[in-house]
Structures are given as C-alpha cells and as structure tokens.
C-alpha cells in the first residue's frame, strides 16, 4: 500500500476537523434532517434534502480523513537532518528569477495543500522541481505560462 506522507502538524489539524466533524457537524446535521421531517412531505422539502446533500458530504469527509490519518505516513519535519536540502515538509523561501518576487511554500501532503496558506502539494510541479535541491541553487518549473525559474533562498524545517 502507497502511504500518503503528511506532517505532523497536518495530521493534527486532520484530527482537529474529524473530530469537529464527528462531535459537533454530524449531531447537527442528524437534528437538520430530523427537524425537516417534520415538515411533512419530503419530496418537496428543500431543507430535508438540503440536511441530507450536507450528510453526505460530511460523511464522505470523515471517511477520507479516517483513511489518511490511518495509512498516511506522518513525518516530523523537525526530526530530519537535511541541512539546507529542500524535502517533505520543507519550508521553502523562493526568488523568482524573472521578477524577482520572493515567495515561500512550505511542501506538503496532497491533502494539507492550501495554496491560500503557502501550502503546497509534494506531488505538485513546483514541488517535484524542489525537492532535492539545495540553498542556491536554480529549480527549474514547467509551468502553464512556459518554464519558471525559481533560486532557492532558504529552506528550513519548522511546522
């Protein structure tokens, strides 16, 4: 089996929201849907079906976290020993070399990727690119715009 890598930072968060989802999100959608019944014919009750889409959805959630908490491999970002090599978990503080924007991206797993938050997924072109390489040198990104150039600053390894 392909254990999915995520960061013990992240692993804590997934728990954080398997367990909002379980203690508080289902009991409220349980209350929903029996509060919709109530209403009478559920063929037309837009609330009922509203109740049920977001169970279903809820559902489907816990079952994904539960997977990933249970066969992903957790890797502590802080106990590696890379030394300015850029791997999992890596924070990662870039120049781009054709516009000198500095950016930082911490590489991730899959499921903690939220480009909002400057996370990025290890299976991501910019990702793969990085990984391996070392403060200074030049990673070189396939992206929708043509090949980016990106120099590695710094790369350093706190959650």
Same mark, same amino acid.
């Given at each position: 089996?392909?254990?999915?890598?995520?960061?013990?930072?992240?692993?804590?968060?997934?728990?954080?929201?398997?367990?909002?989802?379980?203690?508080?999100?289902?009991?409220?959608?349980?209350?929903?849907?029996?509060?919709?019944?109530?209403?009478?014919?559920?063929?037309?009750?837009?609330?009922?079906?509203?109740?049920?889409?977001?169970?279903?959805?809820?559902?489907?959630?816990?079952?994904?976290?539960?997977?990933?908490?249970?066969?992903?491999?957790?890797?502590?970002?802080?106990?590696?020993?890379?030394?300015?090599?850029?791997?999992?978990?890596?924070? *990662?503080?870039?120049?781009?070399?054709?516009?000198?924007?500095? *950016?930082?991206?911490?590489? *991730?797993?899959?499921?903690?990727?939220?480009?909002?938050?400057?996370?990025?997924?290890?299976?991501?072109?910019?990702?793969?690119?990085?990984?391996?390489?070392?403060?200074?040198?030049?990673?070189? *990104?396939?992206?929708?715009?043509?090949?980016?150039?990106?120099?590695?600053?710094?790369?350093?390894?706190?959650?």
């Amino acid at each position: 089996m392909n254990r999915a890598p995520i960061t013990a930072k992240g692993a804590e968060l997934l728990s954080a929201e398997l367990l909002r989802l379980k203690t508080e999100v289902r009991p409220q959608i349980i209350q929903d849907i029996s509060t919709a019944r109530e209403h009478g014919d559920l063929k037309e009750n837009a609330e009922y079906h509203a109740a049920r889409e977001q169970q279903s959805f809820t559902e489907g959630r816990i079952q994904e976290l539960e997977s990933v908490l249970s066969s992903g491999q957790i890797i502590d970002v802080q106990s590696l020993n890379v030394q300015g090599r850029v791997v999992f978990g890596a924070k *990662v503080e870039l120049e781009d070399l054709e516009t000198e924007e500095i *950016v930082i991206y911490q590489i *991730v797993g899959d499921i903690e990727a939220d480009i909002k938050l400057n996370k990025i997924a290890v299976s991501s072109p910019i990702a793969r690119a990085l990984i391996g390489k070392e403060e200074g040198d030049v990673a070189v *990104v396939k992206a929708p715009s043509g090949l980016r150039e990106y120099e590695i600053i710094a790369a350093t390894y706190t959650d």
